[in-house]
């Protein structure tokens, strides 16, 4: 059983940053991806960064230039660093971990943390 706990999420003021944290725990798979989506009130959910076991990180279009995926497997922490915060960037992030099936990134993503809400204004 994998557990994910998100933490960071904060109220900032638009043009500044954050770091979201998410400690992972349990039997994890040799070989996997971790994500952090995100959720508007009133939108889908949706995919913002993702990191897999190898360190291949991508991103969509709203955090591009403005966010960094990271991880430290040391401490089981994955990490999302924003800047240049906007008040569209307000939702619940969540991060996620799935397995890998050779290059691929199980979807959708089997475990999920709780969230973490971020406020922008």
């Known amino acids: 059983h994998v557990q994910l706990v998100e933490s960071g999420g904060a109220s900032v003021q638009a043009g500044g940053s954050l770091r979201l944290s998410c400690v992972v725990s349990?039997?994890?798979?040799?070989?996997?991806?971790m994500g952090w989506f995100r959720q508007a009130p009133g939108k889908e959910r949706e995919g913002v960064a993702s990191?897999?076991?190898?360190?291949?990180?991508t991103y969509a279009q709203p955090l591009v230039g403005r966010g960094s995926v990271s991880r430290d497997n040391a401490k089981n922490t994955l990490y999302l660093q924003m800047s240049s915060l906007r008040p569209d960037d307000t939702a619940i992030y969540y991060c996620?971990?799935?397995?890998?099936?050779?290059?691929?990134?199980?979807?959708?993503?089997?475990?999920w943390g709780q969230g973490t809400q971020v406020t922008v204004s």
């Open positions: 996620a971990l799935t397995p890998m099936e050779g290059s691929t990134c199980v979807r959708p993503y089997k475990f």
């Open positions: 990191i897999n076991s190898a360190g291949g990180s």
């Open positions: 349990g039997n994890t798979y040799s070989t996997h991806c």
